[in-house]
């Protein structure tokens, strides 16, 4: 990974006081998968803020080729740029299913878009509006 991509997410965790911890937690699948791919390992992914309690965690799945070399650490940039996005969701199922490509029929892409409105309610929850617009530029 290019160190450009690293420090801007390093900076972005400097300016606003936050922390970053990654924890390997296990190989199960994530709630996404269609169990034709293989993935990387689950990852706990906790930011906290410096001097405070408040905290957001949340599960993250690295890449084969990470698991494969036997990397043990997220780097920050890959969790960031990973939830850049997640701060929004179209408001309706049937907008998500059209956004995403999802079927409307589906029982599973409507727990898919539940578990993504309530992830977008904690980012919005923890990040300030600032935050979130910083956020928006890791890429």
Same mark, same amino acid.
């Given at each position: 990974?290019? +160190?450009?991509?690293?420090?801007?997410?390093? $900076? !972005?965790?400097?300016? &606003?006081?936050?922390?970053?911890?990654?924890?390997?937690?296990?190989?199960?699948?994530? =709630?996404?998968?269609?169990?034709?791919?293989?993935?990387?390992?689950?990852?706990?992914?906790?930011?906290?803020?410096?001097?405070? #309690?408040? #905290?957001? +965690?949340? =599960? !993250?799945?690295?890449?084969? $080729?990470? #698991?494969?070399?036997?990397?043990?650490?997220? =780097?920050?940039?890959?969790?960031?740029?990973?939830?850049?996005?997640?701060?929004?969701? =179209?408001? +309706?199922?049937?907008?998500?299913? $059209?956004?995403?490509?999802?079927?409307?029929?589906?029982? #599973?892409?409507?727990?898919?878009?539940?578990?993504?409105?309530? !992830?977008?309610?904690?980012? $919005?929850? &923890?990040? +300030?509006?600032?935050?979130?617009?910083?956020?928006?530029?890791?890429?």
């Amino acid at each position: 990974m290019s +160190t450009k991509y690293q420090d801007q997410a390093l $900076n !972005f965790l400097r300016r &606003f006081r936050l922390t970053f911890k990654s924890e390997r937690v296990s190989a199960d699948c994530p =709630p996404f998968c269609d169990g034709k791919h293989i993935h990387g390992d689950k990852y706990k992914i906790t930011i906290g803020r410096k001097g405070r #309690k408040e #905290k957001l +965690t949340f =599960p !993250f799945w690295n890449s084969l $080729n990470d #698991k494969q070399n036997e990397r043990k650490r997220i =780097p920050e940039y890959d969790a960031l740029a990973c939830i850049s996005s997640d701060s929004y969701c =179209p408001e +309706t199922f049937e907008e998500f299913c $059209n956004e995403y490509g999802y079927d409307s029929d589906s029982r #599973k892409a409507f727990e898919l878009f539940e578990l993504c409105k309530q !992830f977008m309610s904690q980012l $919005n929850s &923890f990040f +300030t509006d600032e935050e979130l617009d910083a956020l928006q530029d890791i890429r």
